[in-house]
């Protein structure tokens, strides 16, 4: 016989609640960007009232904030150290982005607080990227490696252009290791600048 499922407290069903309207959140937000997705959309996902979700949220604006909230990725070591961790963490979103991610890249082009979001967590990570580059340029370089990343995702998940839409994780880092190595370890280019003419 079947033991009978236990009856959860209130306190659980609201966090059941809550977390399925933000999932449902999450997945509209990263589908339709912020401005397409409204409340009632994500109440018609989840199976509920709008009102429910303006009580346990208020404004679409603190729902967005809840749905969008992003890990801050922790980057330690060298150059060669920081092109492991960079291309790992690469490998694992090719694999499969989490919808947060995804909610706040659609959604940061048109709206201040995606935008905000993901400057919030990008600029710790980039400056740690920074600081294990041991070149002059050190700020250029760890910006172009940020650039290559999100650039990647964005082409892979949102503008599904060509091949990066449906090609392998592993194909895609190992294409990209020695540009990787070039620009977190590489000694800086003799200068192009030609000197001033004498006459």
Not at 48 to 74: I, Q
């Amino acid at each position: 016989m079947t033991e009978p499922s236990p009856r959860l407290t209130r306190a659980e069903q609201r966090r059941q609640t809550e977390e399925s309207i933000l999932a449902a959140a999450r997945q509209l937000f990263a589908e339709l960007g912020y401005e397409r997705t409204t409340i009632r959309a994500v109440a018609r996902t989840v199976g509920v009232d709008a009102g429910l979700v303006m009580h346990y949220f208020g404004t679409k604006d603190n729902l967005f904030s809840r749905a969008a909230e992003l890990p801050a990725a922790e980057l330690s070591g060298g150059g060669e150290e920081i092109v492991d961790v960079l291309l790992a963490s690469l490998a694992s979103r090719l694999d499969g982005e989490p919808v947060a991610s995804l909610a706040v890249l659609r959604s940061m082009l048109t709206n201040t607080d995606a935008a905000e979001r993901y400057r919030a967590a990008a600029e710790p990570q980039l400056s740690q990227i920074t600081t294990a580059i041991p070149t002059e340029d050190a700020e250029l370089r760890a910006s172009l490696l940020s650039a290559i990343v999100h650039g990647v995702i964005i082409e892979r998940y949102l503008l599904r252009l060509g091949r990066l839409a449906d090609a392998s994780p592993d194909q895609i880092i190992e294409l990209l290791r020695p540009c990787f190595q070039t620009l977190a370890t590489a000694d800086m280019p003799p200068s192009t600048v030609r000197p001033a003419s004498a006459d």
